[in-house]
């Protein structure tokens, strides 16, 4: 997956720029892990290129403009959309279907909580897009439960951070990491594609 480092390490070099483009691209379901992008945050504010409070600002934004992309391509397009392309990024007709039970069951409380878990963060969008959940409620929920996750990882990255060596060095280490998870995602999406 070597476009993926190259896309991962490119977008690091931006710094802070870089952390906001990633958290977008990672919630508009491309495989950039926030698990990769929100430590070279930390790691930027370790090193004083920017504060805590701007990183996760920064990363935050990002997150929330990727998250109502996916929010309003679901609200428009709707579900038969989604059953047409959802497949490119995992997401099978069964798993809608018990997504949209979720929502309908659980409403703002099932953007809130999806935020926060691995895997079900990136794409609480959709349901709540088909759902027409109003754009205000979707954002602040998709605040709410986003910002948690967001001040975890990057204080994590702000811990490593203070140890470690230089920048260059990390930001590989990081485009690394993006792209082992990337191609977890990749065959994730392949196994669950030949089990159909």
């Known amino acids: ?16 720029v870089g952390v906001g483009v990633g958290m977008f691209l990672e919630s508009a379901y491309l495989p950039l892990p926030s698990e990769v992008i929100l430590p070279f945050a930390g790691y930027l504010v370790a090193h004083g290129r920017a504060t805590f409070v701007e990183a996760v600002v920064v990363a935050l934004v990002g ?4 998250g109502w992309a996916g929010y309003e391509l679901a609200r428009y397009g709707g579900r038969p959309l989604l059953e047409r392309w959802g497949r490119y990024v995992g997401l ?15 409403g703002d409380g099932a953007v809130l909580l999806g935020r926060l878990l691995p ?3 990136t794409y609480i969008s959709l349901p709540a897009g088909v759902a027409a959940m109003p754009r205000g409620r979707f954002l602040l ?6 910002l948690p996750w967001t001040v975890l990882f ?12 230089t920048l260059s060095h990390l930001s590989h280490l990081f485009a690394a990491a993006a792209g082992v998870a990337a ?13 159909r």
Do not use: C
């Open 63 to 66: 997150s929330l403009f990727g």
């Open 119 to 121: 895997g079900v963060r």
């Open 1 to 16: 997956m070597h476009w993926v480092l190259a896309i991962t390490d490119r977008v690091l070099t931006w710094g802070l």
């Open 183 to 195: 191609v977890g995602w990749l065959v994730y999406l392949w196994r669950h594609r030949r089990a």
């Open 154 to 165: 990057t204080y994590v990255g702000w811990i490593v951070g203070q140890s470690s060596g």
């Open 141 to 146: 929920f998709s605040a709410l439960g986003a």
């Open 92 to 106: 099978r007709p069964h798993e809608l279907d018990r997504a949209e039970r979720w929502f309908r069951r659980h």
